[in-house]
C-alpha cells in the first residue's frame, strides 16, 4: 500500500484544526492579556511566570495566545483570575465555553473590608462586587507588595470564610490580631494543613485549623480592583 507523503517526504500532518470558537477565545484571550500588560499591575507578570502560575509551560502558553492550541474552560477560567479580566465577557456567545456561564457573576453585592494584609485597622469601608452569593463574604485590603503580581496593592481579595479548604484553594490565614497571610493549600491531613506561598518558591507554612488563635479563615474567590 501506498503512503501519501508530503514534499518533505513525511506523512501529511493529522493536526485537528481549532473550531471557531476555540479560535475566538484565543483572540480574546490575547486582547486581555495585552490589555492587562499595559497597566501597571500586569507590566512585571511575564509569560513564563504566568505559565507556571497557570499549570502549564511557557510554550504551551504562547500557544494559546496565538490560537495554535484549544483553550479548555477550566483554563479560561484560571485566567480570567489571573489576569483580572471579565470572564463573561471572555464566553459571551461561544457555544463550547457556556459550562463556565455557570460561574460568571451574576449579581451586585455590598460587602465590608473587614482587614488589610498587614493588620492595620479599617473601619466603614465597603466594596461592592459582581458575584454569585456568597455566604458572610468580606473583603481583605491587599496593602502589600509581598504578592505582587498575583495580587497587587490597592486591590480586595474576596473571602469565603464558611468554605472548605480544597487542594490548590487560595486561602487567608490570620494569627490573633497580627497580620494575615495568603497561601496555597498544598495538601490536607484532618486539621493539619500544608501551604506554600503563590508567588515565591521554597515558601510553605503548616497551618493547624483547630488552633484557636487563628481568628480569621477563608477561601479567596475573587479580587476587587
Given amino acids: 500500500m501506498t503512503t501519501l507523503k508530503t514534499k518533505t517526504g513525511a506523512p501529511p500532518s493529522s493536526k485537528r484544526s481549532l473550531s471557531k470558537d476555540s479560535l475566538e477565545m484565543s483572540r480574546r484571550i490575547t486582547n486581555s492579556w495585552n490589555d492587562y500588560k499595559n497597566k501597571k499591575s500586569g507590566q ?51 457555544d463550547e465555553y457556556k459550562i463556565l456561564h455557570a460561574v460568571t457573576p451574576t449579581k451586585s453585592m455590598e460587602i465590608p473590608v473587614s482587614l488589610t494584609l498587614t493588620g492595620r485597622t479599617v473601619t466603614g469601608k465597603t466594596v461592592n462586587i459582581m458575584t454569585l452569593a456568597i455566604s458572610e463574604a468580606f473583603a481583605v485590603e491587599i496593602d502589600t507588595d509581598e504578592y505582587s503580581p498575583r495580587y497587587s496593592v490597592g486591590e480586595y481579595a474576596i473571602i469565603e470564610p464558611l468554605a472548605k479548604w480544597e487542594k490548590g484553594n487560595q486561602v487567608l490565614v490570620r494569627y490573633g490580631k497580627d497580620s494575615c497571610i495568603i497561601r496555597v493549600v498544598t495538601s490536607i491531613n484532618g486539621d493539619e494543613v500544608e501551604t506554600h506561598h503563590p508567588t515565591v518558591v521554597g515558601i510553605s507554612t503548616t497551618i493547624n485549623l483547630a488552633d484557636p488563635k487563628i481568628t480569621v479563615r477563608g477561601v479567596i474567590r475573587g479580587v476587587q480592583f
Fill in 44 to 94: 512585571d507578570l511575564t509569560q513564563q511566570n504566568a505559565a507556571k502560575q497557570l499549570g502549564i509551560t511557557q510554550p504551551m502558553f504562547s500557544q494559546m495566545l496565538h490560537g495554535t492550541v484549544a483553550v479548555n474552560p477550566m483554563m479560561v477560567l484560571s485566567l480570567a483570575s489571573l489576569i483580572r479580566c471579565d470572564l463573561s465577557l471572555l464566553v459571551a456567545g461561544l
